[in-house]
């Protein structure tokens, strides 16, 4: 999951928007691992074409199956509360070594 760190005024969201993010997703699926010490940068053109910046933290979950109904209902939320058109939500299958 991609959570901006910033509003589109450029002003950070509240450090507490992360930690119930956190808890949540432990509650949820009993652990989650958070990139928090190198924030990534997002590029992309907007509906006018101009070149939009972002900066965002990284939320990893792996869990057993995939709870489509959650994260469904999760992302519209989190949408909400960061007040975002879109949350990029990626689900991959991996296999553990």
């Not at 699926?29 to 939009?52: C, E, H, M, R």
């Amino acid at each position: 999951m991609l959570l901006p760190l910033y509003d589109a005024a450029g002003k950070p969201f509240p450090a507490g928007y992360y930690q119930r993010v956190k808890d949540k997703l432990v509650k949820e699926f009993g652990g989650v691992t958070v990139y928090t010490q190198s924030p990534a940068s997002g590029l992309w053109k907007d509906d006018d074409q101009n070149i939009v910046k972002d900066r965002i933290i990284i939320y990893e979950v792996m869990a057993g199956r995939s709870d489509q109904a959650f994260w469904h209902k999760y992302k519209k939320q989190l949408q909400s509360k960061f007040n975002q058109d879109e949350i990029i939500i990626r689900q991959l299958e991996v296999g553990l070594l």
